[in-house]
Structures are given as C-alpha cells and as structure tokens.
C-alpha cells in the first residue's frame, strides 16, 4: 500500500513539474517576443465559439510575405486592424499587443500555478508520510 501512494505521489509530482515547466517556457518566449519581437498590423476576422468561450481569430503578414494567425481571447472587433508583436525566426509564435509577460487567464500560466500548489501539497503529504 505504501509503495502504491509513492508512486501516484510520484507520478503526481511529475505532472506538476511538466505543468510548471509549460508554464515557465510560456513565460521566456513572451518575454523573448516582447523584447525583440517584430511588430505588425493584424485584421481581426472575427470570432468563433469554443469550449472555454469565444476565441477570437487575427491575420497578419509577416515580414517574409507568410500569413499568419493568431487565436486570442482578448476582444476584438472584426475588420478593425490590431497591433500584434511575433518572433521573427518563428513568426507562428505571436501575441496581440500590449504584451503582458505575465497574465494569469492564459490556461499554461493557471496550470503553472496549479504545479506549483500541488508540488506543494505533495511535499506537505510526504512529510506527513515519514
């Protein structure tokens, strides 16, 4: 029976450290965009509705002619001309501006601090164990 919680103790501690690191990559490749990112004008084109609300959906070209498309949950209104910031090396990694590095209602970030609370929790309960 103790080796069973261990493992799932384990295993749990697992998933929060991927949850934590998902987040923390999050976080460096919009600090990266907003440091040296490239700006563009991106067309809102409307929205669409989706498991977690409406997602909105923005067109941009980048500087290498390539068309691109950001999904945001940020309001916007269709037709209406945005300004987005992106990775010149990767223009799929873009973010509608003003970028904020750090905004808890994108999910990676929330699950970041999730991680981070049930690592916590999971180090509580092994103390206790012992």
């Known amino acids: 029976m103790l080796m069973g919680v261990l493992v799932l103790l384990l295993f749990a501690g697992f998933l929060a450290l991927a949850a934590i690191v998902t987040g923390v ?5 919009f600090a990266r965009i907003k440091r040296s990112g490239a700006e563009a004008s991106a067309v809102c084109q409307g929205h669409i ?7 909105y959906r923005l ?9 691109n498309t950001i999904w945001t949950s940020r309001y916007c209104e269709a ?16 973010v509608l501006a003003p970028v904020n590095v750090w905004d808890p209602t994108r999910p990676r970030q929330v699950v970041m601090i999730a991680g981070c609370a049930g690592l916590v929790v ?4 092994a103390l206790v164990m012992q």
Do not use: C, M, N
């Open 79 to 94: 037709g209406r001309t945005y300004t987005v910031l992106y990775d010149t090396a990767r223009p799929k990694r873009s």
């Open 25 to 29: 990559l999050e976080l460096v490749s």
């Open 59 to 67: 067109e941009f070209t980048d500087s290498r002619g390539g068309v």
């Open 122 to 125: 999971l180090t509580l309960i």
């Open 49 to 55: 509705w989706g498991s977690v609300g409406k997602s």
